[in-house]
Structure formats: C-alpha cells, structure tokens
C-alpha cells in the first residue's frame, strides 16, 4: 500500500516559516502552499494556516479541536469530516453585513483575515450554560417538542416560540443588507460531468476528447477529489500528479469548461440542472465588479455522475466527542493539508479501507496507538503492519466509548472476550464502509436501489440521460472509478453523436474494500448519536420505533434524522439500519426517505441574483416619466409601471389637496394625463371585425370607420374580463386598447381565441402599447389646447370631430399621430397617442401649448377621482366576480351574436335579482370619510355573514361635491336609490351610515361630454 | 415649436458613454445604442406567405427568414419574430417607408419604430456577457450570424439576432423596460469591463 | 422542465403558461347549449399518464401549444401547434 514514491512539487516541500505556532502541521507534505502563510482569527483567537488549508485543517493544525456547540444538548463537538457532509463544525464566517451562519468549516477555504466564530454557545464555547441540557438529555428525547409544548396554546407564540428559538438556534444571520453582487448564468452542453474525482475527471476526459461540450463541476476549489486525499498511484505517475495532468489536458480544450467551487445542488426535469459558483467566497471581499456568487441553470443533453461517496461513522458511546473522526478525513487532514489531526491515533475499522490510515499516519509522523477491526479475523499482512508501526490490533472488537471533557483523551475498547479496556489517544478514526451520494439521481422522486456487495444504496433507476460513474455508482475502488468513468463519460458523448475517442489504459496500485459493516456497537458507554446535527442517538431511534414512528417518514420527522443543512448525509444509513434491526427487517425494506434539492444549502441571495431591492422586479416608465420626474411628481407602481400619482405645489399641505387641484383644473380648464399604460392592440385582417364580435360582448357591427365604441370583454365562464374601448382606424383595422393591469391577459386571451378557438380566421393581431406614447386631454379647454399642437388642417372642432371620433393625424410638423375622442372623466376630452420617441416632445409640446389655458398635469389619482365622480368601473369592481350586469353594462350587450361568456352569464346564479349591483354612495353626515373595502349591512343589523349586502368597492374625495363618495356593490342596488345602510369597516375601526344613490355623481346628463 | 419636436433615446436617463465597470484591461464589452432604426411588424395574411415572399424579393430585395432566423443586408432586412411574423428592420424610420402599402393585401405592416429599446452587443465577452441573461444556447455549433430568438432576459421579453460570428448581436426591448433592462445589463457587463459608445440623446 | 416549441426550439418552462386539458371543444353558435357550454368550461379530466394540454409560450413567439405530456413523468412526446390542431379538427370533434 505505501510502496509507491510520491513526488511533491516544490512549494509542498518548503520548509515551515519560523514562529508560527501550528503545532499539529507536518514538518512538509501536503498541497498547502507553504510559502503563503495565512492568519485568521476563530473566536478571536489569533491562528495561522496556509493557502490552500480550510478553515477545518488550519484549526486542527493549531490543535483547536472544540469548533461547536450541538444543536439540542448543546454538547462539545469538533470536526467529524473533511467535506460537505460535515455535521458538527458547523460555523459562523465574517462579520457586519457580511457575518453569515452555519457554514461548514470543512468546505471554508481559508483567507488572509478570515473571522469565524463558534455557534450554539453561551456565554463561550468552552463553558455552555445550557451544556446543562445534556443533563436533562433523557427529557430532551424524540418527540420532546411534540409532547411538552402542547398545552396551553396560548403559549405556543407567547412562550414556548421564542424560548424554543433562542436554545435551539443555530447561527446569526447579518442584519444589514447584503453589500455584495450575485450573478446568474445559463450554460448548455453535450455532457455534464458532477464530480471532479478519478471517475469524473476521466469522464470529462474521455468525452472532451471525443470533441463533445462538456461542462465538469466540483464543489471543491481543487479538483481530484480523494486522489488529493489518498497516496494512490495511477499510471506511473502518483494520484495528484495524474489529477494534475488531466485537469491541464482538460483546460486546454476549448469545448470543456471547468466550473470548480461550484455545488451541483440540485436536478430537474429535461435535463436542467441547477448550481452555484462561489466566486469570491475564498475572499475576505470580492473583488470591485464581481459576484460573491454566481446561479448556474446547467442544460445538459447527457449527464456523468460522478459525485462520490461518503464514509460512514460507527455508532457507539461518545461517538461525538471532538477527535473522533472519519478515517479518510483523517487521511484527507494528514495528506492532503499535513496536519496529523492527533499525536496518538486510534483506528476503529469494519474493513481494509481504514487500515489505509495506518500507514499515513505513520508518514506523517503520527503514532497509531491500536487498530480495533470488528470484524474477527485480520489477515497476517495487516498484523504485520500494524506491528511494524508499534499498534495494537484488537480483532473482533469495538469501540464502546469515549473519554475526555471537550475533547477525546482515551477510548474505551471491548474485546472478541467482552472484557474491556481504555486505551489514551486523542484522535479515534473510524471506517465504517462508504456510502455512494444518492442525492442527486433521487431528486426526480427517484429511490436508490440496495448493493449488498458494498452494504449500502446506491442510484436506482437514474433519470433520463444521466449515468453514473465510480463510486456515486456504488464502484469504490480507485480502479473502478477510472474505468467507469472513461466509459460512462466516453458513452455520453457518443450518444450525442460524437466518435469515440481512444482511451488510456491505467492502472493503480493494489486496493482492498472488503468489509462487513458493523452498524452499531453490542454495549455503547454512553450516548451513542446516529445524527450529530440534530443530536438524534441510537435511544432516540429505539424510542421512536416503541411509539410507532417505524416508517421511515415518520422516523425522519419524529427524531429530526437527516434534517437540516447536511441532510442526513452521515447519518440516513445508520438511521434506517437501527430501524431495520428493531423491526427485524432489512435495510432496503425500511426504505428511504425523499430526497430534495438542494445538496448543500444554497444562499437566497443566489437565487435572487440582480433581482433585489430596486432590480426586484422589472420597472415600465411612461414616455412622460423625465418630465414628471423635472416637476417632482409622486409615482406610484401600478403592476410594473411607474405611474405619477399626483403632482405636488408649493404650499399644498398634503396629497389630498394636490389631487382636488389638478381635478378642479380639468373640470374648469384643462388637464393632461400619461395614460400610455393602457394596453393597445393593432387588429388587421380580413376577419378582424369577426374576431372582435367573439370577444367582445355588446355588438361592433354597425361601428363605422372613424368610430371608437366602449368594449366589454367576459370570460367564458360568464364574468367581465376587462373593459377597453376598439377604434375602427380603417376597414380591416382596428385598435383595441385594455386596461393597464390586464393588457397582457387580454393579448394572451385574444391569441387563444384566434389560434384555439377559430382558427380560420384570418386576423393579425400585434401589441403596440411600446409604440405609442397616448395621453388623454381633457377639460373645457382641451379643443383649444390640441388646437395648438395638432397641424394645421386637421379640424377636430364637435361637428367635424364628435364625441368618439378617432382618425390618423399629424403634430409637430408631420409626425404620425393617432387622436381619440373618448373620455374617462366625464370631460370634453381627447387621447393623443404620437410615437413613443416623440412622447417626451409631445408631452411638452401640450403644457406649452395648453399654458394660456391654464393646463394642469394630473396623476392617476386624480384620474381614478373623476372615473369614480363618472361611476365607471375599473380595476375595483372588475374585480374577477362581477358580471357585466352586475357593473351596470347589462343593457349594452348583445342580442343576436355568439360571442364568449354569452351562455355562462345566464346562469341562475349570475342573473339572481339579489346580486350585489353597483352602485354610488354618500356619507349621510356628509364630513365623513368613506373607506374601501367596508362590508354594507342594513340599518340596525348586526354585523355576520348572513346580514352581509355587499360592500364598498372604490372611494374618493369629491371636489366638485365637496364630501367623500364611493361606489359599490350592494344587493338590489339600482331599486333602492335613497335608502340609507350602514358601511361597516370592523378593520379600520368605521362604522358610518350611507346613502344609496346613482354611481353618477357628475354630469349625469353629459353635458359636458359632447360640447 | 418644431424645433421642439426631437425625438428621445429609449436609453436616455439610463445609459452613459464611457468605459464602466472592470477597468483593467480591454473591455470585455462593447455596447451601441441603437437609436431612430425603423422597425415595422409584418404579419403575413392567411395563405399569403409565399405572395409576402415574392414581393419582399422583388421589391426590396428581402427574403423572407424561416423560424429563428434573421435575413439581414447590412442595417436592412427581416428578422423572425413569430409563425407568419417578422420584425422588419432598417437603419432609419424612413427606411420602411412604402412598406405598408406594398404589402397591402397580403400581410399587415404596423410601424413599430418607437417600441423597442435597440442595444448592440460586441466585443470578446459579448457572449458571455448574455449568457447570465439569455436561457437559449447561443454556442456557435447552436446559435450563429443569421440566427434569431425571441425570448426573455431577467424577466423581461427579449428579441436576439445574431449579426456576424465576432460575434456580434442586437438586443430589442420593449421600450417602457429600458432603464429596467439596462440596470441588468449594466451589472452583468460590469466583471467584464464594458464600453458604451456614446450618450444617449435627450 | 423543457419544452421544445415548434417554432423557437427547445426552451425553459418560464417561458410558457400552462392552461389545462387541451380534450374539451367550445360549442360554438347561438344555437349552442348551456348544458354543453358548462362541460366545456368546467368538465376536465384528471389522468395519471399521457394529457394533451394547452401551454402558451407567452415569453417566446406567442404560440399556443398542445403539449402532450406524461402527468407521471414529465415525459413530453410530442408538441404541436394549437393553431395547426385545431385546424385539423373536424366540426364537432375533441381536440
């Protein structure tokens, strides 16, 4: 096993600078960079490591051996692993806005001035208050929270909530907004590679050479996985160097990209994929214009998975206690980042494969104290090793427990005979066999199948495209791995159409895997933990199983098994073999539980890359935006536009006085308005009025052109789509335009019309709400005002030009421009629509012109004054439950035309006489103030369902009338003008008697409208 | 008063001239505000496509892009938008002019000049820089000069057309999102160091 | 998810909205009935296998899609126009 020799590049083999303190670092050896020599702080302490060390090694260089806290009894732990499955050191990194929770130290690359902390302490990690509820660890069991804070439930958010939270939590998030950047990418490729180990890397390999798109990730900042980990031989060359060789081949193809510090998190159908980079993570500050992270949507038309396996611990007494590692992290420690993670090692193995730590630590410079294989016989060959390096060997045996305060001082060793012994140590590795990561091939609701050969799942049926290479795949050897991972990736690219390419043939230094795992020890000293995140023991599992939580479901959430950041990924396996011993089946019967991405936990803010705070969803500004912005308009975002509300004076004490300004103008002069937000839709066609007959419910035949009519749009279950009103600008030409919050609906709508419902009209049908810029002019004034900006020889004077007249016209000398007569304030009013580059131009060109006048711009609040002073309904009362009767428009629809919605809004219940119908409403005491949303109940009535009339759908303050005014659905509206109820509004604590009277509070005799 | 009568840029507010972002090195970006191109959608009439095609040929010497693709001269052509749709595409407004009415009866021509916010993406990061937006393949062997998407970049509704292998693309927005889309495209250029060529007017 | 679109290509699912059961027929007219109109609104089936459902590709070329799609899998098998579908239909037929 150690024959071969390895070469180390030179910076591996410089010597260590002088009065650095890392007492537990090997003299030389190792990929850490020694000539870059790093310090960090943890807890505040002062420390020091090298390039290329995580957080994890560099600690247990400096003997820092207590990292956390356990998350229930708050028990001292250490470092378990030496990847992304680690359980206990789990740590909180930075500080300020920057500080961020429960990052494994295992995968923290150290940087110069990193801060970490320890979490789950108080008042210090060495001495925890609340270790007491070790103490109290028999009322701590599973299903504590369950039964003790049930009663009373007025506790539950009083109490027992935040007193769960502060003993329970984990680390502390930032308070402050995040200052860094994160980014999103999509990637495409022929085959993607998970997994950057041997298997990985010759699948890359064989399907880069092949010429394929390949896209390679690894979740480590160095790829080779345990190649960087084991003293192996591939080839003639040591593991490393071959890695090494391979990556540069592999980056000097320009179709392969490698994506390292990247985490395939999750898989999903059709071959997405989903990870993220970590750009910058192994920096104290990103660098000016780059992403901390970055979000990668992967489409892959084949995919290798090559992610590995996980060691599994033993389950016996103590097994917690800080020194008590996995055996390959042990090697990883001692190989990979020359650190003898102790001075005095304990191997505790169930086969071969941790007997490899023997021969490392005794490289390294450690002393292996025994070797304890639970398995009865040990061949003479490892006897002799083990003798060769001064161990002892007990066969037959186990671990029973461990001894030590807040770190491992000695094991307690029970013989093939039963008699126990202790034996001193400070570091116990365990090798308890591997189990191949299922994760990913299982998030498509996929379950992993049983290998016995290897004790452990491995992918079942894997999702479409996607194969499996070395050890992910249940092949453990080092051999295995790059046999399979040649092929497999090879395949990959073949069935995307590319030849094969020739391969290496490589062999590797002998290896044995035999073992026979020992999933939990005869007689634990102590608690002995199945999940060391969520503290489940070996009891917790017993207890469970007596309460008849025996389905692995019910395991899983009764005890917490395999909850949280590491999702069972050292633990699922044992859990589900102490459950199979207790009801006497085995393991694959029990089953598993589901898996689900992520893989590792992944930070919002990944997720959310440029879309937070201002970019948190797209803006639409309106063409007048730059000149409402000048007059310091007050904006408000209807859907995604940002509209001006109202503009504010000098001197105007509040909005409310701004907004009956600018409708007071346009009543008596004029006033312009932005209304571009309107939906417009161009229909063209042989079929076009055809068309528009089916969507719309009140007839347009008869609407000649030069006409523009209101529109009514019901949905084919009978309620009122939208409203809009359709110009007819020529023959076969038509405009529709929609309201600002429906405009995509109604596209989307008339599409579906045309293309499903009849598609053998013949229409073309384009939105050009980008186009043009419309604003609505209205007031006495308003002639006069677009006299001055219309050219010359357009004449829109009443005769030639009447109330919902529209033509083509020109402005600013020749510019094309669309004008409307229709009105949504009741006024004499125009909508000018000119091309939106000519919008700002436009817009100034009418306050000029409409400043003798004494123009105003008004908002949409002022807007929304007048419709509601106009009783027209919008948003409020077309609400998604209103039928066109219900809003008043009953009368306009027609008789003789198949048209959607026509048969469904005849039901029974949408033709019931006690419909809430609109309706106008005025404080009886007129001061008073009307609220939206008030319920109406009759005089006297108290407030329930039952005496429910309807309710309050919109609200203004009239300036014309002087007093508030509302409109609303009530029962039997229209019959009962005059009469008086109450509008209850239990929420803003209002209760005021109304009047019931027309929703037309202006003008009801349009006298204004068509002057 | 005509004199008043100027149009403005779709980017004015938004895009300034200069070198921004990453400043070491070449830029990895080059962005070209596309201002005042004539832009009109052509729907082509029931059955009336191969008639469209002709006199697209004869009269303009267009040809008529299947799905996906874009037939561009120069500053001039058509790019696919939809089944039976395409964008019409020429470096003024005036450079459509004659369009509707030679197409009467045969497809329906709606100016669409004001509705798009035009950016020209190049420079040696240009595809990387889209690749953070644009959830379509545009790696050479699936995406080349001629070839068209209509698709969505951070939520808003994108239209791509590959100009030359440089390679180097327009990017069509509808106006209203101009300052949305820009505040993306600013922040997904700036690792790379990106120039903008002018300022946008007005 | 991936959807191929028949004209655009293959694309994310973002770009799509998903109606429902492609399966129910408008009767058109006015000599359509209510009872037959309520079916058509309202009456869907529901099955655990291969649906021809409606999907419009909203953020592409606009299309509406009849998407056959496998409800256990997410399996597509195949993506066809609505526009061309539905003009294939005889009077009177299901989609």
Redesign the interface.
């Known amino acids: 096993m150690s024959t071969i020799t390895l070469r180390r590049s030179e910076a591996d083999s410089a010597p260590l600078p002088t009065g650095r303190h890392e007492a537990f670092r090997t003299a030389s050896g190792g990929l850490i960079d020694r000539r870059r020599p790093l310090e960090f702080r943890f807890d505040g302490t002062r420390l020091s490591g090298f390039e290329g060390d995580t957080l994890a090694s560099a600690l247990l260089a400096n003997g820092v051996r207590l990292v956390g806290r356990s998350f229930k009894y708050h028990r001292p732990r250490g470092i378990l692993s030496a990847g992304s499955e680690e359980p206990n050191a789990i740590v909180e990194l930075r500080s300020g806005a920057r500080r961020e929770p429960n990052t494994r130290a295992t995968v923290a690359e150290l940087y110069e001035g990193l801060e970490a902390r320890s979490q789950n302490r108080w008042p210090s990690l060495r001495y925890d208050a609340l270790a007491v509820n070790a103490l109290a660890a028999p009322i701590f069991a599973a299903g504590f929270y369950y039964k003790t804070f049930m009663w009373p439930a007025a506790f539950w958010e009083r109490l027992y909530e935040p007193l769960i939270r502060r003993a329970a939590g984990l680390g502390r998030a930032a308070e402050a907004p995040d200052p860094d950047?994160y980014?999103?990418?999509?990637?495409?490729c022929d085959v993607l590679v998970i997994g950057g180990g041997p298997a990985g890397l010759s699948a890359a390999l064989a399907a880069g050479r092949s010429g394929a798109?390949v896209i390679l990730v690894d979740e480590d900042h160095r790829l080779g996985g345990r190649l960087l980990a084991e003293r192996r031989a591939v080839g003639s060359r040591s593991g490393v160097d071959w890695a090494a060789a391979t990556i540069a081949e592999l980056e000097s193809m320009p179709e392969v990209r490698i994506l390292s510090r990247t985490t395939l998190f999750g898989v999903y159908d059709h071959g997405a994929y989903g990870a993220v980079e970590r750009v910058s993570d192994h920096l104290a500050v990103p660098p000016?214009?780059?992403?901390r992270q970055r979000l990668w949507?992967i489409?892959a038309r084949r995919a290798v998975l090559a992610a590995g396996a996980i060691e599994r611990p033993h389950i016996f007494g103590g097994n917690d206690r800080p020194g008590v590692m996995l055996a390959g992290a042990v090697r990883t420690y001692l190989n990979r980042y020359g650190v003898l993670p102790g001075r005095r090692v304990a191997i505790f193995t169930s086969g071969d494969d941790g007997w490899r730590t023997l021969a490392d630590v005794a490289a390294a410079g450690g002393q292996v104290v025994a070797v304890i294989d639970s398995r009865p016989s040990v061949s003479p060959a490892l006897r002799r090793e083990a003798e060769a390096a001064g161990a002892r060997v007990v066969s037959g045996g186990y671990v029973a427990g461990t001894k030590g305060s807040l770190a491992l001082k000695a094991i307690v060793v029970v013989d093939a005979d039963g008699s126990s012994e202790t034996i001193a140590c400070d570091c116990l590795a365990m090798a308890n066999g591997w189990n191949p990561i299922v994760h990913l091939d299982s998030h498509l609701s996929r379950r992993p199948a049983w290998d016995a050969a290897i004790h452990a799942f491995v992918p079942g049926t894997l999702p479409s495209g996607m194969v499996a290479a070395g050890a992910a795949g249940g092949r453990l050897t080092l051999a295995e791995c790059l046999e399979t991972g040649a092929q497999v990736g090879g395949e990959a690219a073949t069935a995307c159409g590319f030849a094969a390419a020739p391969r290496d043939t490589l062999g590797t230094d002998p290896e044995s895997i035999a073992h026979t795992p020992l999933w939990r020890v005869a007689k634990p000293k102590g608690k002995a933990f199945v999940d060391f995140q969520n503290d489940v023991a070996a009891a917790d599992v017993e207890l469970a199983h007596r309460e008849g939580f025996r389905a692995v479901e019910h395991l899983k959430r009764y005890t917490t098994l395999g909850m949280a950041t590491d999702q069972g990924k050292t633990s699922n396996l044992a859990g589900l073999s102490l459950m199979a011993e207790l009801t006497g089946q085995a393991i694959p019967s029990v089953g598993t539980t589901v898996f689900r991405p992520p893989f590792t936990p992944v930070a919002i803010g990944a997720f959310a890359g440029?879309?937070r705070g201002?970019?948190f969803?797209?803006?639409?500004?309106?063409?007048s935006h730059?000149w409402c912005e000048e007059q310091g308009a007050v904006f408000v975002e209807t859907g995604l536009?940002l509209r001006p509300a109202y503009f504010p004076k000098a001197g105007e004490a509040d909005w409310l006085e701004s907004v009956n300004r600018e409708v007071d103008t346009v009543r008596s002069r004029v006033g312009i308005c932005d209304v571009?937000t309107l939906g417009k839709i161009?229909i063209?066609?042989?079929d076009a009025l055809a068309l528009i007959e089916r969507v719309c419910a009140n007839p347009f035949g008869t609407l000649p052109v030069g006409k523009a009519r209101y529109a009514v749009l019901l949905r084919e279950d009978g309620f009122v789509l939208d409203d809009g009103t359709v110009a007819r600008m020529g023959e076969r030409h038509f405009v529709m335009t929609a309201s600002t919050a429906n405009a995509a609906k109604v596209m989307q709508h008339l599409e579906f019309c045309h293309q499903w419902l009849w598609p053998d009209l013949?229409v073309?049908?384009?939105s050009?709400?980008?186009?043009?810029?419309q604003y609505a002019v209205a007031g006495p004034r308003a002639r006069d005002t677009l006299r001055g900006v219309i050219d010359p020889g357009f004449d829109i004077g009443n005769e030639a030009f009447p109330f919902l007249a529209c033509a083509e016209v020109t402005?600013?000398?020749g510019?094309?421009a669309r004008l409307f007569r229709i009105s949504f304030s009741g006024e004499l009013a125009y909508e000018l629509a000119v091309?939106?580059?000519?919008?700002?131009?436009?817009w100034?060109?009418i306050m000029?012109a409409g400043s003798p006048h004494g123009i105003t711009a008004y908002g949409s609040e002022a807007l929304s004054v007048m419709r509601i002073e106009k009783g027209h309904a919008a948003g409020a009362e077309i609400n998604g439950q209103a039928t066109a009767r219900d809003l008043g428009l009953g009368g306009m629809l027609a008789k003789k035309k198949d048209y959607v919605g026509r048969l469904m809004k005849e039901r029974p219940a949408l033709t019931d006489p006690d419909r809430p119908i609109l309706v106008g409403f005025r404080p009886v005491d007129r001061a008073q103030r009307l609220r939206a949303g008030a319920h109406f109940l009759a005089l006297g009535a108290g407030p329930s369902l039952a005496a429910d009339e309807g309710f309050m759908t919109s609200v203004a303050h009239s300036p014309s009338l002087g007093h508030w005014i509302g409109l609303g659905l009530l029962r039997r509206g229209p019959e009962r003008h005059g009469e008086r109820v109450r509008a209850y509004d239990p929420v803003r604590d209002a209760d005021i008697e109304v009047e019931i009277c027309s929703p037309v509070f202006v003008d009801p005799k349009e006298e204004k409208l068509r002057v | 008063?005509?004199s008043?009568?100027?149009?403005?840029?779709?980017w004015?507010?938004f895009a300034r001239a200069g070198r921004h972002?990453?400043p070491q090195g070449e830029p990895g970006v080059r962005l070209t505000l596309r201002?005042?191109v004539g832009l009109a959608?052509v729907?082509?009439?029931?059955?009336q496509e191969d008639a469209l095609g002709r006199i697209l040929a004869d009269r303009f010497g267009w040809s008529l892009p299947g799905?996906?693709a874009a037939t561009l001269v120069g500053e001039r052509g058509l790019v696919w938008?939809?089944?039976g749709?395409w964008l019409a595409v020429a470096e003024a407004r005036a450079g459509l002019q004659g369009l509707a009415e030679a197409l009467r009866g045969v497809?329906?021509v709606?100016?669409?000049?004001?509705?798009?916010a035009i950016v020209r993406v190049s420079g040696p990061r240009a595809r990387g820089l889209l690749?953070?937006?644009?959830?379509?393949?545009l790696?050479p062997?699936?995406f080349a000069a001629g070839q068209a998407?209509?698709?969505?970049i951070?939520?808003?509704?994108a239209q791509i057309w590959q100009r030359d292998e440089a390679p180097t693309y327009d990017l069509a927005v509808?106006?209203?999102?101009?300052?949305?889309?820009w505040?993306?495209l600013s922040?997904?250029a700036?690792?790379f160091?990106y120039e903008v060529d002018r300022e946008a007017e007005? | 998810m991936r959807i191929r679109c028949p004209?655009?290509?293959e694309?994310?699912n973002?770009?799509f909205s998903y109606l429902g059961d492609a399966a129910p027929r408008r009767p058109d007219g006015l000599e359509a009935q209510a009872s037959a109109m309520h079916d058509y609104v309202y009456l869907r089936d529901n099955p655990a296998g291969e649906h021809r459902e409606l999907w419009y590709h909203g953020?592409?070329?606009?299309?509406w899609l009849v998407v056959t799609r496998d409800t256990r899998t997410h399996t597509i098998s195949d993506v066809s126009?609505a526009?061309d579908v539905a003009r294939s239909r005889r009077p009177g037929e299901a989609a």
């Open positions: 950047t980014d999103r990418a999509h990637a495409f798109r000016a214009h780059a992403p949507r489409t440029h879309h201002k970019d969803r797209a803006i639409r500004q309106v063409p730059a536009w571009t161009d063209q066609g042989r013949d073309q049908m384009v050009v709400s980008e186009q043009w810029a402005v600013g000398g510019i094309p091309p939106a580059a000519y919008g700002d131009a436009a100034r060109a000029q | 008063m005509t008043a009568w100027t149009p403005r840029s779709a004015a507010g972002g990453r201002d005042g959608t729907i082509a009439a029931d059955g799905s996906g938008s939809a089944p749709q497809a329906a709606t100016d669409q000049s004001d509705a798009r690749s953070k937006g644009v959830a379509v393949d790696h062997r699936a998407a209509v698709t969505s951070a939520h808003i509704g509808a106006r209203s999102f101009a300052g949305s889309f505040s993306w922040h997904a700036a690792e160091g007005h | 004209y655009c290509g694309r994310d973002g770009e953020a592409g070329c606009r299309s126009p526009r």
